[in-house]
């Protein structure tokens, strides 16, 4: 499986993580996304957890793990998402 669809999809898991934790006045945006490939993926589903793991008034850190229908992690990825209220874009 190509590391730029897991990375983008990582991305967008992250993204709908962060939305939990998001103000309701404000949006955010991406400012740092790491992943870490840790097996080889193969053309098949996977299934997508994705998690909020801190939270201050300016920054929203989460955390995705892709797995294999047989449980093996192939992937973690980590992002920073930075809250900026609506009208400051």
């Known amino acids: ?6 990375a983008a999809l ?6 709908f993580a962060a939305m939990t934790a998001a103000p309701s006045d404000a949006m955010f945006r991406t400012s740092h996304l790491k992943i870490d490939f840790i097996r080889v993926g193969k053309a098949e589903p996977l299934r997508l957890e994705g998690r ?3 939270k201050t008034r300016s920054v929203i850190h989460v955390e ?3 797995v294999r229908p047989d449980g093996e992690l192939i992937a973690r990825a980590s ?3 930075i809250i900026v209220p ?4």
């Open 79 to 81: 992002a920073q998402q």
């Open 64 to 66: 995705a793990d892709l």
């Open 1 to 6: 499986m190509f590391g730029g669809y897991l």
């Open 86 to 89: 609506f009208g400051q874009a």
């Open 52 to 54: 909020v793991v801190a």
């Open 10 to 15: 990582a991305d967008q898991i992250l993204a």
